[in-house]
Nanobody, 129 residues
């Protein structure tokens, strides 16, 4: 049974930084892409970032590109999201997710929720102005 457990959320001020982590277990971590999504109240779940199996290709939503960085440690079965220059509009529940297959092209990564098979329970990030 795959389990994804997020940590690192909290309440910060605009301009601050926060680092989210996700610990995975249950199947061979290095065989799958990992992603981060977020969902604000009353809105649909939104893609944030994804990373390929060995960590050398990343994908970002336009709204976070240049501010957020996704990374992974296959030795520790973890994926992280470093969030800098946070804005109030970044306020949401952030979810870690694991893909259902192990390959996408470098140009078109897994940016849709239905490309992910397993999800964490989410961690709240609140950015005050």
């Amino acid at each position: 049974q795959v389990q994804l457990v997020e940590s690192g959320g909290g309440l910060v001020q605009a301009g601050d930084s926060l680092r989210l982590s996700c610990a995975a277990s249950g199947r061979t971590f290095s065989l799958y892409y990992m992603g981060w999504f977020r969902q604000a109240p009353g809105k649909e779940r939104q893609f944030v970032a994804a990373i390929n199996r060995n960590g050398d290709t990343t994908y970002y939503a336009g709204s976070v590109k240049g501010r957020f960085t996704i990374s992974r440690d296959n030795g520790k079965n973890t994926v992280s999201l470093q969030m800098n220059s946070l804005k109030p509009e970044d306020t949401a529940v952030y979810y870690c997710a694991q893909s259902w297959r192990g390959w996408w092209s470098a140009q078109d990564g897994p940016v849709e929720a239905n490309e992910y098979e397993y999800w964490g329970q989410g961690t709240q990030v609140t950015v005050s102005s």
